[in-house]
Nanobody, 115 residues
């Protein structure tokens, strides 16, 4: 059983920055990939960024150039650096560990972008 704990959310003004963290209970290198996704009120879940076991990354067009996904294998932690935040980035952000036959989710962390 994999446990994931997100942290780092909060209230930030437009144009500001936040860094989210996702701490895993086991070796993150064992996962096929890890994702950051988000769900805004009344909207479908959106996959924001993915980092594969080998280190390659993918981003949603809506965040490309503003968000950076990374990981620290020694700390079993994944990060999402979010810059130039916009009100439309407001959502609950979730991390996911992708393993064969299952996905594991964290509890989510709220990000609110507002003046």
């Amino acid at each position: 059983q994999v446990q994931l704990v997100e942290s780092g959310g909060g209230l930030v003004q437009p144009g500001g920055s936040l860094r989210l963290s996702c701490a895993a209970s086991g070796s993150i290198f064992s996962f096929e990939a890890m994702d950051w996704s988000r769900r805004a009120p009344g909207k479908e879940r959106e996959l924001v960024a993915r980092i594969f076991r080998g280190g390659s990354t993918n981003y949603a067009n809506s965040v490309k150039g503003r968000f950076t996904i990374s990981r620290d294998l020694a700390k079993n932690t994944m990060y999402l650096e979010m810059n130039s935040l916009k009100p439309e980035d407001t959502a609950v952000y979730y991390c996911t560990a992708v393993v064969p036959g299952a996905d594991y989710w964290g509890q989510g962390t709220q990000v609110t972008v507002s003046s």
